[in-house]
């Protein structure tokens, strides 16, 4: 299933052995990860220091190296401490590398405590923690397969 630029060998293992509906998280660096991780997933840490990597340049790493079905973000809030009253700009960014990449997908937000499940399920087989610092930049991708 792969067809990649990207050269991190834990990561390939995971995207190898990996099927249609399995999920991968890019998580910013202020995700939880450790304790919301499905019960199979791989945990991979890419968070040198912050802000390196960022959630965009490992969306298109994997964007290089799979098919992607679905991109499911984080639904931010619009109130309180964290709350923005708009899409995240960061999420334009996701948008336009999405383009780039020649895939024809939409960001689809998910609650903040449902997105917290979607990544406890079974299907969830690798979380790429990052270095992101801006908020709400969590992306969950459902692996599709290759056209025949």
Known sequence: MLKTDMIHPEILAVLGSAGHYSRV????????AANKLGPKAKLVHLNFMPGVLTCNQVLQGLLSAVVVEEINTMQYETEG???TPEDPPVWAEFRKTIRD???????KPIEKLAFYDAVRHDDHVLTIQTGEQVGWANLLLTLGCRRF
Do not use: M
């Not at 998280?25 to 995700?31: E, H, K, M, T, V």
């Not at 990449?101 to 960001?107: E, H, I, K, N």
């Open 101 to 107: 990449a020649g895939v024809d997908l939409p960001l």
């Open 25 to 32: 998280l890019i998580a910013d660096g202020n995700f939880p």
């Open 81 to 83: 401490e964290y709350g």
